[in-house]
């Protein structure tokens, strides 16, 4: 296969179909290229699997299915670019499709938008810490031009957060980056915030408007791109082309710059004023439940912007008391996010996450800018985000029983610790800093999702809407007697072990033609008698696709595996399944692949065997599969001898 060109087979296979106009349809699964023709009558069958490249064609479901093996993705981009039948959704790419309740959907689209920025965020936190330790310990003058040019440098991006997510939300929601950048500008437009600090009441057009401060905002700018789309379309399709082009954004910009300002400020204020409300009446009632709040729940009202109403009051009792409550249980707030990313540091097998929690951690302790370690690594973690939350909780609560707060306007850090110690018990604050460490670590580390992380390694660099992964909440590694199973047994020997537990089958018996013939290379069937579907050898993810259906993964012994959960199932797409993974990362045997919903499969109308193939079986010495019989997950089902 390395000597094909896959330019030329893609463009061979188009003449043999018929032609871009006879394909109704293109998609592809892990191994075949699927083409919805419009007249089979005119594809060349016998000629496309004459062509070098090519296993073999079948029909089925409906397509025309032309078996190209693991180079399928070379050749379908190839004929992306020769064709317009290869759109986004067409299943080539590897993120996983979002499953879960509504929270966790929305977790992943978060953490999908700021994956490409994570990098400038992470560097930008790192020079906040080390701006803030040169001024604590005086090597560097705070009132210096070139601490003002510094702090403006790690600053901007911060600052002007709603303009950097427009561009990721407009590749997210297919919108015109450009009109979302302008959207996210106007939010922090000076002028804009000018109007949020003003006493006096604001309208526009004579309707009133309660204003409030979009900078380092998050969610206004994603919805307000998320609504541009509908307009984009909607537009798109009512106006003239002659004026389409300057009109369509002018009216979108228009309509959704005072839509949000009318609209989700409102929202935004009336809940932080409520929030706020809340909490300051608690403090006077319960000081330990006010402290759990806001310390568990600081990063959360963050996130939904609702932490700018709480600011004005910490502000006022800075004024007319000289110290603030409401401040106390912010470092363990901050500082247990930071203890969970650097559980994640030590936890993760992956260089990429690695890479992101380490300067996210440190900017979370030292600096308590923790928007690298929650949109890096907690958030699209999920568990070390909740983990987070517990330890603030305990430990925001202890600092509040206290009586702990700041005297000053700081942000919460361990660098900023001197600003609590004249206000209550300095004592308990560092135990609930202490406690509310200790517990977000500890839990992290020894429960935290090691195949998650893991699952960064493509995304942690690169703008990929993973994001954010969909990776289920069950526990991601399998059972210890299969860890690290695929090894040299003896000498030129590897041994790769059952993903599932079931029932063995012959490949001459598996219910697919392609399979069955052994021209993707030999193996065996599983019929599953479990869900969750596990690596069946140490290596990396080559192929990961996106229905969650098919995982092709090469051992460092150069052994290449394809699983395939199920016969045809590409046809669900997605549904029932939740993949684990993503293409580039490094696995072990027993790590989670993906979890099926295998009643949800049979149910619609497919067979669940689950395939273990060895695809480069022709260049190895030997490959022994396991003929029948049951097998338990991690037991060996394939002889490799390499």
């Known amino acids: 296969m390395a000597s094909v060109d896959y330019r030329l087979l893609a463009s061979d296979i188009l003449e043999g179909v018929g032609g871009e106009k006879n394909i109704a349809s293109a998609t592809h699964c892990a191994t075949r290229l699927r ?12 000629a496309i699997e004459q062509l070098s490249g090519v296993i073999t064609v079948m029909k089925a479901g409906g397509q025309f299915q032309v078996v190209v093996g693991n180079n399928v993705p070379t050749v379908y981009a190839e004929l992306g670019k020769i064709t317009k039948l290869t759109g986004d959704d067409a299943g080539a790419d590897d993120e996983p499709v979002a499953h879960g309740n509504l929270f966790n959907r929305f977790i992943d689209l978060i953490s999908s938008i700021f994956s490409p920025v994570i990098w400038p965020l992470a560097a930008a936190g790192l020079l906040k810490a080390f701006l803030s330790m040169a001024t604590q310990f005086g090597w560097l003058d705070p009132a210096s031009q070139t601490n003002v040019i510094l702090a403006a440098t790690a600053d901007a991006i911060f600052y002007f957060l709603p303009v950097f997510l427009a561009v990721t939300a407009a590749k997210r929601f297919k919108t015109n980056q450009f009109t979302s950048m302008a959207i996210g500008g106007a939010l922090v437009y000076p002028s804009i915030v000018a109007l949020a600090g003003q006493p006096e009441p604001v309208n526009f057009a004579g309707i009133p408007m309660v204003m409030m401060n979009y900078t380092s905002s998050v969610l206004p700018i994603i919805v307000a791109v998320w609504l541009q789309g509908y307009a984009e379309r909607f537009l ?18 228009l309509v959704m710059v005072p839509l949000v300002l009318l609209t989700v400020g409102p929202v935004t204020t009336f809940a932080s004023q409520g929030l706020s409300a809340g ?36 502000l006022n009792e800075l004024s007319t008391q000289g110290y603030s409550l409401l401040m106390g249980p912010l470092v363990a707030a901050v ?5 969970a990313t650097l559980a994640v540091l030590f936890r993760t097998r992956n260089k990429a996450r690695r890479t992101v929690a380490g300067p996210a951690a440190l900017s979370g302790f030292l600096a308590g800018i923790t928007e690298p370690a929650i949109y890096g690594v907690n958030l699209p973690l999920k568990k070390p985000f909740y983990f987070g939350i517990a330890g603030g909780v305990v430990g925001g609560a202890i600092a509040a029983a206290g009586g702990s707060g700041a005297s000053s306007f700081v942000f919460a850090s361990l660098l900023a610790l001197p600003a609590y110690a004249s206000v209550g018990s300095f004592a308990l604050q560092l135990v609930g800093t202490a406690v509310a460490v200790v517990i977000a670590f500890t839990l992290t580390f020894f429960f935290g999702p090691r195949e998650e992380a893991a699952a960064a390694a493509a995304d942690a660099g690169t703008p990929v809407p993973e994001a954010a992964s969909a990776a289920p909440a069950a526990a991601l590694s399998g059972p210890a007697s299969a860890a690290g199973a695929t090894t040299a047994t003896q000498s030129g020997t590897v041994d790769v072990v059952a993903p599932v537990a079931g029932t063995a089958v012959a490949l001459a018996d598996v219910q697919d033609k392609v399979f069955a013939s052994g021209a993707m290379g030999k193996g065996l069937g599983i019929i599953p ?3 969750h579907i596990y690596s069946p050898i140490t290596g990396t993810i080559k ?20 699983v395939h959960i199920g016969i045809d199932t590409v046809q669900l797409q997605g549904r029932g399944f939740e993949s684990a993974v993503t293409r580039g990362q490094d696995v072990r045997a027993g790590d989670l692949l993906a979890v099926v919903d295998l009643d949800a499969v049979t149910k619609a109308g497919y067979d669940i065997t689950t395939l273990v193939m060895v695809t480069n079986t022709a260049q190895l010495r030997s490959v022994d ?6 097998l338990a997950q991690g037991d060996t089902a394939i002889t490799v001898g390499v």
Not at 38 to 43: L, N, P, Q, T
Not at 239 to 253: D, M, Q, V, W
Not at 291 to 302: D, L, N, R, T, Y
Request: a negative charge; aromatic letters at 10%; hydrophobic letters at 50%.
């Open 35 to 46: 083409l919805k023709l419009r007249d089979e009558s005119k594809a060349d069958a016998a």
């Open 236 to 253: 798109t399709r009512v106006l003239p082309s002659a004026i389409r082009n300057f009109t369509t954004p002018l009216l979108t910009l």
């Open 279 to 314: 909490i300051n009446a608690a403090f006077t009632f319960a000081p330990w439940l006010a402290g759990a709040v806001m310390g568990g729940f600081w990063q959360v009202f963050v996130l939904f912007g609702l932490h700018w109403g709480l600011v004005p009051g910490m």
């Open 335 to 339: 500082l247990s996010q930071a203890a």
């Open 529 to 531: 008698t479990d869900g």
């Open 543 to 562: 192929a990961a696709m996106k229905t969650g259906h098919a995982f092709g993964i090469k051992s460092d012994d150069g052994v290449e595996v394809l």
């Open 625 to 630: 599969p396991v003929e029948s019989g049951n």
